[in-house]
């Protein structure tokens, strides 16, 4: 069962029992704009225990705030919230106390207009209390209310609203947009999970590009994202970037993302930021001396501060670090080229360099190398079974320990690079430069 068709049933058995129940928020916004709704909320004048005692399967998911999860199957969950007026923000993220209220009061505490839309699921009619049906005609993001009460509640919604813009193509209300530059410094003290998630919503949802230009014509860039702020003004070579900064071609890069993963997204983003603080104007021409290195290094301090988990920061501080591996694969061993080939991950590396070149001087040969390369490749020559184990080497004598590594991987390099192709082969390999009880030749 859709979340969608969860929602109906959740709705209508609400109904049935007398009670209002509507849709809520996101999912009535994308309705009125004629998109795919998700997650799909419903909003009642039931309170949470009228709304458990009458679904089997329920979540109590923050009953404090008036919030019920209900699996209507068994499976689909939808969320029930009760019609409620927040009271004070004391920590800018959650309302102090509640007190259980009409839907149109409710409608009057949510964040944006385009936010704060309900739809009777019985009719298809929407109610819209805070003009959020023509802010969408006329493509504006505006606060409901007072912006600046709105912002100083919770402070992500300065995120959110950027957000919004850039991924509808809306202008911001003017009174709005005053309030988002001053509330921008107040952004430090969101947590760094919630600036995370937005972001990365920005950077996925569509016009990634814009997101940032957004972030930065409000003041919150420089809060959230100083290393990408720093972008700005450093200039490169013309023979290799004519179009112009770092800022300018990170900006043109993002432009190219289509549906990025989140890990290609934030790699797009962060790859070039090792190259302010390794600007060298030397006699030939502007350089950055290993910056791809020193932009991992600042990527991952960067990730860990917006906690990101180890495995998404792994994959993001990979691409930023190897980005320019590409420019090595016409000289690099057999082994070696095949290793890069057949790394995790790599179509985000092939998609980064694509864009990448795109985004500067347009020459796509090493990509097409690559492509050409893994499509010509058979699997068993990519990553063929290995010709050895560390049992097979205890077995002849070897003991175990850190030169396993060294001996295995040796034998691998020489698997790929067809100079062995057998487990006799491999063993006299080994032998020969691991001489048991003696030194390496």
Same mark, same amino acid.
């Given at each position: 069962?859709?979340?969608?068709?969860?929602? &109906?049933? *959740?709705?209508? %058995?609400?109904?049935?029992?007398?009670?209002?129940?509507? !849709?809520? +928020?996101?999912?009535? #916004?994308?309705?009125?704009? +004629?998109?795919?709704?998700?997650?799909?909320?419903?909003?009642?004048?039931?309170?949470?225990?009228?709304?458990?005692?009458?679904?089997?399967? =329920?979540?109590? *998911?923050?009953?404090?705030?008036?919030?019920?999860?209900?699996?209507?199957?068994?499976?689909?969950?939808?969320?029930?919230?009760?019609?409620?007026?927040?009271?004070?923000?004391? /920590?800018?993220?959650?309302?102090?106390?509640?007190?259980?209220?009409?839907?149109?009061?409710?409608?009057?505490?949510?964040?944006?207009?385009?936010?704060?839309?309900?739809?009777?699921?019985?009719?298809?009619?929407?109610?819209?209390?805070?003009?959020?049906?023509? /802010?969408?005609?006329?493509?504006?993001?505006?606060?409901? +209310? /007072?912006?600046?009460?709105? !912002?100083?509640?919770? #402070?992500? #919604?300065?995120?959110?609203?950027? %957000? !919004?813009?850039?991924?509808?193509?809306?202008?911001?209300?003017?009174?709005?947009?005053?309030?988002?530059?001053?509330?921008?410094?107040?952004?430090?003290?969101?947590?760094?999970?919630?600036?995370?998630?937005?972001?990365? %919503?920005?950077?996925?949802?569509?016009?990634?590009?814009?997101?940032?230009?957004?972030?930065? @014509?409000?003041?919150?860039? @420089?809060?959230?994202?100083?290393? *990408?702020?720093?972008?700005?003004?450093?200039?490169?070579?013309?023979?290799?970037?004519?179009?112009?900064?770092?800022?300018? &071609? =990170?900006?043109?890069?993002?432009?190219?993302?289509?549906?990025?993963?989140?890990?290609?997204?934030?790699?797009?983003?962060?790859?070039?930021? +090792?190259?302010?603080?390794?600007?060298?104007?030397?006699? /030939?021409?502007?350089?950055?001396?290993?910056?791809? @290195?020193?932009?991992?290094?600042?990527?991952?301090?960067?990730? #860990?501060?917006?906690?990101?988990?180890?495995?998404?920061?792994?994959?993001?501080?990979?691409?930023?670090?190897? &980005?320019?591996? !590409?420019?090595?694969?016409?000289?690099?061993?057999?082994?070696?080229?095949?290793?890069?080939?057949?790394?995790?991950?790599?179509?985000?590396?092939?998609?980064? &360099?694509?864009?990448?070149?795109?985004?500067?001087?347009?020459?796509?040969?090493?990509?097409?190398?690559?492509?050409?390369?893994?499509?010509?490749?058979?699997?068993?020559?990519?990553?063929?079974?290995?010709?050895?184990?560390?049992?097979?080497?205890?077995?002849?004598?070897?003991?175990?320990?850190?030169?396993?590594?060294?001996?295995?991987?040796?034998?691998?390099?020489?698997?790929?690079?067809?100079?062995?192709?057998?487990?006799?082969? @491999?063993?006299?390999?080994?032998?020969?430069?691991?001489?048991?009880?003696?030194?390496?030749?």
């Amino acid at each position: 069962m859709s979340n969608l068709d969860a929602a &109906h049933l *959740v709705a209508k %058995r609400l109904a049935a029992a007398g009670f209002r129940a509507l !849709f809520a +928020g996101g999912a009535v #916004r994308d309705l009125a704009m +004629g998109e795919e709704p998700h997650d799909v909320d419903v909003a009642t004048d039931a309170v949470p225990d009228e709304v458990m005692a009458l679904f089997e399967k =329920t979540v109590p *998911v923050g009953a404090q705030f008036g919030v019920v999860l209900v699996l209507p199957d068994g499976l689909t969950p939808v969320e029930v919230a009760t019609f409620r007026t927040d009271g004070g923000y004391s /920590d800018h993220r959650r309302p102090d106390t509640i007190t259980y209220a009409s839907d149109r009061e409710d409608a009057l505490r949510r964040d944006l207009t385009i936010n704060g839309l309900f739809q009777d699921p019985l009719t298809g009619q929407i109610i819209d209390y805070v003009g959020g049906l023509d /802010d969408i005609e006329r493509g504006v993001i505006r606060a409901i +209310g /007072d912006p600046e009460a709105r !912002f100083g509640e919770d #402070r992500l #919604r300065l995120l959110r609203a950027v %957000r !919004f813009a850039a991924r509808y193509h809306f202008r911001i209300d003017g009174a709005t947009y005053a309030a988002l530059r001053r509330h921008a410094s107040s952004l430090v003290t969101v947590s760094g999970e919630r600036v995370r998630d937005e972001l990365t %919503r920005m950077l996925t949802e569509g016009d990634a590009a814009t997101a940032i230009e957004l972030l930065d @014509a409000c003041g919150l860039l @420089a809060v959230v994202l100083p290393e *990408v702020k720093a972008l700005q003004g450093v200039a490169q070579p013309l023979e290799y970037h004519p179009e112009g900064d770092v800022w300018e &071609h =990170t900006l043109l890069l993002l432009q190219m993302l289509e549906k990025p993963t989140l890990t290609l997204a934030w790699g797009a983003l962060l790859h070039d930021i +090792g190259k302010p603080p390794t600007q060298e104007f030397a006699p /030939d021409r502007i350089r950055f001396n290993n910056h791809p @290195a020193v932009g991992a290094a600042m990527s991952e301090r960067l990730l #860990r501060r917006l906690k990101f988990p180890g495995d998404a920061l792994e994959r993001i501080e990979a691409l930023v670090r190897d &980005h320019l591996k !590409f420019t090595e694969v016409r000289r690099m061993r057999q082994s070696t080229l095949l290793r890069f080939l057949r790394g995790p991950n790599f179509d985000e590396y092939l998609a980064l &360099h694509r864009i990448d070149c795109l985004a500067s001087h347009g020459k796509l040969d090493l990509w097409h190398f690559c492509r050409d390369k893994l499509a010509a490749i058979p699997p068993e020559v990519l990553k063929p079974p290995p010709l050895l184990s560390g049992h097979d080497l205890i077995a002849e004598g070897y003991a175990p320990g850190p030169l396993f590594k060294e001996i295995l991987a040796s034998v691998e390099d020489a698997q790929l690079e067809g100079l062995i192709a057998s487990r006799e082969q @491999a063993m006299a390999f080994v032998r020969e430069g691991f001489p048991p009880g003696g030194a390496a030749t």
